[in-house]
């Protein structure tokens, strides 16, 4: 599968921002072991990561033909971007919601995602594992299938 891969706004700082929360990764050691991950291994990826919401739309926009299935974290931008949610109903790719922290055990904000409907699935607080998880749940459930 083509597997898209969206992180937005402050993950460029992973491995230096709340290390407590989010870990001592950087997003690009994230990324790479996500790709050479066995499941990995049986896609072809591509990265965006942009603190910036048109730039991330635009992305879902520019890869909506390649793309098979998409793994989104998109930070802050989960809890109240009606524009990204449109973008992710706006093309026909399968898009799984993930979060490196538990949102439900947070603060209230964050435990309201915009985007949770228009995904065919949510996982949140597994760390690094959370991107994964949704790896595996692309993979079965993919449109092939
Ligand atoms: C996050 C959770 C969001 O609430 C926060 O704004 C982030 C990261 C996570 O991966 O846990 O930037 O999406």
Redesign the pocket.
Known sequence: MNILVIN????NLLGERQTDI?GENTLEELMMWLETSADGQNHNFKFYQSNHEGTIIDSIHDEREWADGMII????F??YSYAIRDAISSVDINTVE????N?ME?EDF?KISVLKDVCIEQI?GLGRNSYIEALKFLQDNSKGD
């Open positions: 937005g706004p402050n993950l989010y974290n998109a930070g802050a989960s809890h993930v979060h490196l922290s949102i947070r964050r949140y």
